[in-house]
């Protein structure tokens, strides 16, 4: 590890290792995963993220401290959280996000992850993996420049590709999130194939999914099964499903590529039931517990830390919270799209 950062005592013990009675919700499902949300401030506006509705929704300023951000991460991984995923807006514009993985990474064994749009990645990876990052999931909706620009509304492709290179030279295991609209980027579904496949990535497709203002709809909505059928048809083969490696891998229904250690995966958010299974909260960058992405206010953490509320405090606020977790949003079941806080509020 890098001399910027202190390495723990050979005998510390992750909270992960520590932990008595683990964090469950209502229905029994086991909670190991949390994503922090570390800002809601983003260096691009890709469609089906920020607000299309002609009122401008201006992002906070990040509430946490590094320090709170460490502080509360710490109580979720006493409690069993064994992997942590820092997410936004964009988490490479915080300055301080070094010291903030390397203060979380020995409480769940290095399991940090990062998601972001990559545009900063090429400069940052060696600090970030010297910090104790483990990977990253880069957000790329198109493997060509135009339609790149035509989603995010800057041309940057090229800093993303470079980005992807330079975490994969520093050894952070590397994955791509694309977002499919039909009607914005469904012909780069197949481009984005060929990167993997040639690349030796794994690249992941996300059903379109609701937020407030960012003019989701059915007529642009494409579900997993055609983006499946559209990758087989244009490779030419059909595609083998790999085993479900473990909860903390995420959601996603992955199949290897013939002839390349690439790897495609779908991500059903709405037109499959996975919700049986999750096994995630999230914190939002104003110190927030969010328990379901499209149900259950949040609730706040950070002011009752400032107020110097005690350990066992911010664990019933927790435990009671998760006692309201969804068993499944509407939508799972036939109901009209709920409409979630916009991604960058909540972190993904």
Known sequence: ????????????????????????????????????????????????????????????????????VVQLVKVFTSLGI????????????????????????PEVEGRVHLTTNGLHLARKARALRDAGLAGVNVSLDAADAASFAHLTGKNQLGKVLA????????GLKTKLNAVVL?????????????LAQTGGFQVRFIEFMPYQGNGWGQDQFMPAAEILRTIQEGLGTDLEEEPVLGLEEGPARLFGIPG??????????????FCDRCNRVRLTSQGALKACLFGNQPVDLLEPLRNHATHDDLVRLIRQALTQKLDCHPMRTGGQPTFAQGMWQVGG
Not at 21 to 49: F, H, M, P, W
Not at 260 to 273: C, M, Y
């Open 82 to 105: 064994r992997k942590v995923r820092l997410t936004g807006g964009e988490p490479l514009l915080r300055r301080d996000l070094e010291t903030i993985i390397a203060g979380i990474s």
């Open 163 to 170: 980005g992807l290179e330079a975490a994969r030279s520093v």
């Open 260 to 273: 390349s250690t690439g790897k495609v995966g779908v991500i059903s958010t709405l037109s499959a039931d």
């Open 1 to 68: 590890m890098s001399p910027l950062f202190a390495t723990p005592p050979e005998n510390h013990l992750p909270r992960m290792l520590r932990v008595r009675d683990g964090l469950k919700d209502g229905l029994g499902r086991a909670i190991t995963y949390l994503r922090v949300s570390v800002t809601e401030q983003c260096n691009l506006a890709c469609v089906y993220c920020k607000p299309r509705t002609g009122v401008a929704e201006r992002a906070q300023a990040p509430a946490m401290s590094r320090n709170e």
């Open 182 to 194: 039909r009607g914005w980027n469904e012909d780069q579904i197949l481009p984005l194939t060929r």
